[in-house]
Structures are given as structure tokens and as C-alpha cells.
């Protein structure tokens, strides 16, 4: 099972938009809406950001948000804040009771 | 409140075989799957399984198939996995964690460091 690509980097200035993808194939991110995103920040646990596509835990700000097409799921968060600088990884169920997750993506805020 | 509690770091050398336990509390053991995900120093984060504490069946990513066991004790409310054959490139922080949304971690441990040096 391959790790499911995401750019290595992202940036944005404060309270503008970015998006961030991760695509996998039919087997995976296509094949299921079990995808979901996590917050890291340096030398912590990871945090759920948005599961099934673009569902929001209790907690999670508004300003993150969901989606998918075809093989790609996006996380799109606006409204950039300093505290959003972070590393970024999708997951998503591949079947077979197995789960794949991203590369990371590193969220810089300017 | 409910959470995870890991084990403390290890130090292992080539060859040996590592088990990390990841003790709940706050909620009832054998209502939510426990997952295991490691990273390397620099890295990303990599599924190595899944566990049901209620029955201990379990689930290994294909990379893992042979070295890896998960193990469960209710009475202690403690998962445990236990990786064999250990090798430098299995140095990474592991990480237990609760699926409590479909396939959505929202309780995690708060990792375990695993070193394998000569």
C-alpha cells in the first residue's frame, strides 16, 4: 500500500485561504469517504482535524473544512491564524480493514 | 478523561524485538478499536494496525505481516504491540490511538520513542 501524495509544503498569509491536497487512487481516497485529516505540531500527538471527508469534531473551528473529487481529497483552511502553522496529514481507508496515510504537508503561515 | 497512556522509551539493538503498551481509561476498553502508527525522526506518520480490544482480532499493514503482534489485556485495559527483528530504520516515535469516528483518531497516546542502535 503506497503512502497517498501530498505537497510537501504549503503557505499563506494570515487570514487568507489555503488549500492542501492528497491523492490517492480507486482503492483508497476514491473508493471511500473515510478520509481524514490531522493537525500535527512539533514533538506532539496528532489531531483530528475532519474525518469522513468533511465531517468536524466537536472543537474543531469552522474554518477548516473538507472535500473530495475523484482520487484527490482537499483540506481547505481560511481564515489563516499563526497557531495553524503545523504539519498536515490526510489518511484514508484502503479496504481490507487496512488505512494509508499521507506524506505530510508542512502549513507554513507568512 | 478519557485517554491513552504509553509506555517509556526504549533502546533496543539490532536483531532484539520491542513491546509497547498503551494503558485506557476513561471509557469502557472494548467499545473502540485501537490503532497503532509510528513515525520516523523527520517523517511522516505510517498505519501499522489496528486491534478490537473486544474480541483481540486484529489487522497488520502488509509491511508489517510477520513482525508485528498486538495483543490486548481487558483486565488491565492495556493494548500492547510488540514489533520483532528490529532494525535502525525502525527508529520512530509510536503512537497508539482510538478509533472513535470511522476511521478518525480522536484519542491518541502520547507516543512512545523507540531507538534501535548498535
Known amino acids: 500500500q503506497s503512502a497517498l501524495t501530498q505537497p510537501p509544503s504549503a503557505s499563506g498569509s494570515r487570514g487568507q485561504s489555503v488549500t492542501i491536497s492528497c491523492t490517492g487512487t480507486?482503492?483508497?481516497?476514491?473508493?471511500?469517504?473515510?478520509v481524514s485529516w490531522y493537525q500535527q505540531h512539533p514533538g506532539k500527538a496528532p489531531k483530528l482535524m475532519i474525518y469522513?471527508?468533511?465531517k468536524r469534531p466537536s472543537g474543531v473551528p469552522d474554518r477548516f473544512s473538507g472535500s473530495k473529487s475523484g482520487n484527490t481529497a482537499s483540506l481547505t483552511v481560511s481564515g489563516l491564524q499563526t497557531e495553524d502553522e503545523a504539519d498536515y496529514y490526510c489518511?484514508?481507508?484502503?479496504?481490507?480493514?487496512?488505512?494509508?496515510f499521507g506524506g505530510g504537508t508542512k502549513l507554513t503561515v507568512l | 478523561q478519557v485517554q491513552l497512556v504509553q509506555s517509556g522509551a526504549e533502546v533496543k539493538k539490532p536483531g532484539a524485538s520491542v513491546k509497547v503498551s498503551c494503558k485506557a481509561s476513561?471509557?469502557?476498553?472494548?467499545?473502540?478499536?485501537l490503532h497503532w502508527a509510528r513515525q520516523a525522526p523527520g517523517q511522516g506518520l505510517e498505519w501499522m494496525g489496528v486491534i478490537n480490544p473486544s474480541g483481540g482480532s486484529t489487522s497488520y499493514a502488509q509491511k508489517f505481516q510477520g513482525r508485528v503482534t498486538m495483543t490486548r489485556d481487558t483486565s488491565t485495559s492495556t493494548v500492547y504491540m510488540e514489533l520483532s527483528s528490529l532494525r535502525s530504520g525502525d527508529t520512530a516515535v509510536y503512537y497508539c490511538a482510538r478509533e472513535d469516528l470511522v476511521f478518525g483518531f480522536n484519542i491518541w497516546g502520547q507516543g512512545t520513542m523507540v531507538t534501535v542502535s548498535s
Open positions: 476513561g471509557y469502557t476498553f472494548t467499545t473502540y478499536n
Open positions: 469522513e471527508v468533511s
Open positions: 480507486s482503492s483508497d481516497v476514491g473508493g471511500y469517504n473515510y
Open positions: 489518511s484514508s481507508y484502503a479496504g481490507s480493514n487496512n488505512l494509508v
